[in-house]
């Protein structure tokens, strides 16, 4: 079957029912891309429903606060979509009129838009003819046409975009993007494909070669550091202390903890007698209530470790670094999904 005709089939057949597909509105449609990069389906709905919901409009996200923006995105990762959308929002809001950009290379200059994301808007909202490659993408195709190029060269995208170009029905490239975006997603999956059930199975290179786990090829290997982390929530008379991140550093505008880092596993009761600890604590007498066991959380270049210790203190943190807020107001700010995490073990609010 030839390779277009047989994903149209399929998808016409398998094709999920999502709330972005039944619109041409392209904020919405702009709205589930950005949540959608780097998250799977079934993660990214039900923030999707929860912003269209709260924010309908572009005007509705651009007179929102940050700190809400960040609340709303809590638990999905890569909190730089969540700036750059509201960034965004609010220069289409006050700067464009309110007018969302038309066209393929009007798109891909809002922050936060590359040109996958772009040309997904593009086709879906204005039926411009333009191909996306994603992940699913790139490993579909090379797959089938038994491409070796690294996917992530300069020389791999250029020769995967031109591909996908060719291949791009002109005429709905809408349909026809969502389509090989889906076929990637859910039938040439990364891991254990269904190659037996698959309806381009008998014209796979992938298949025919035996290569289907070696392919897509990728150039470079990710280097995962190891981070060592102590959090301290600190109490008094009803008060906590949290931590606004900023900077270029993971989690920025996030809130944390007062938090020790070490460049490897050290035992708590060690970091008790050290000067960064004396920093935040100084010579205030302190009980200590909890120390939790290891809690593991993966990022896509990280392994953080991270140990956290609750203490009664006998009176409050002076460093001007730290916010001092009540206990039982801790969830209204937008935290990590490590630091969610270890409030949801304690059975405290988040």
């Known amino acids: 079957m030839d390779f277009s005709a047989g994903i149209a089939a399929w998808y016409k ?86 007018k969302f950009p038309a066209t393929f290379h009007e798109v891909l200059r809002l922050k936060g838009v590359g040109t996958y994301t772009a040309a997904a808007i593009a086709s879906f909202a204005y039926g411009e003819a333009q191909a996306v490659v994603d992940g699913n993408v790139y490993r579909l195709l090379s797959r089938y046409f038994g491409i070796k190029t690294p996917i992530d060269s300069t020389k791999g995208k250029k020769q995967f975009l031109e591909l996908a170009s060719s291949l791009l029905d002109r005429k709905d490239p809408g349909t026809h993007n969502q389509a090989i975006m889906e076929f990637g997603a859910r039938q040439c999956v990364p891991k254990n494909p269904s190659c037996g059930t698959c309806p381009l199975g008998n014209s796979c290179f992938a298949r025919a070669k035996k290569k289907v786990n070696m392919l897509p090829v990728k150039e470079k290997k990710t280097k995962i550091s190891e981070r060592h982390f102590h959090y301290f929530l600190v109490r008094h008379r009803g008060y906590v202390w949290i931590n606004h991140r900023s900077g270029k550093d993971i989690w920025k505008g996030l809130y944390d903890l007062p938090l020790i880092e070490s460049a490897k596993a050290v035992r708590t009761e060690k970091i008790f007698s050290s000067k960064p600890f004396l920093g935040i604590m100084g010579n205030k007498k302190f009980t200590v209530k909890n120390i939790s066991s290891e809690f593991r959380h993966v990022l896509s270049h990280q392994n ?37 995490k270890y409030l949801e073990s304690r059975k405290l609010k988040t």
């Open 304 to 340: 953080i470790h991270a140990t956290f210790v609750e203490i009664d203190a006998s009176a409050e943190l002076k460093d001007k670094n730290f916010l001092r807020i009540k206990e039982n107001t801790l969830h209204r700010y937008a935290v990590p999904r490590l630091i969610e």
């Open 13 to 98: 057949a398998n094709k999920r029912d999502l709330p972005w597909r039944n619109v041409r509105d392209p904020y919405l449609i702009w709205l589930s891309e950005i949540i959608l990069q780097q998250t799977r389906v079934e993660q990214g709905l039900p923030y999707y429903l929860r912003f269209a919901e709260k924010y309908p409009t572009v005007h509705h996200l651009a007179k929102a606060k940050e700190a809400e923006v960040m609340k709303l995105w809590q638990g999905l990762g890569y909190y730089s979509r969540a700036r750059n959308l509201h960034a965004a929002a609010k220069h289409i809001a006050f700067e464009l009129n309110g």
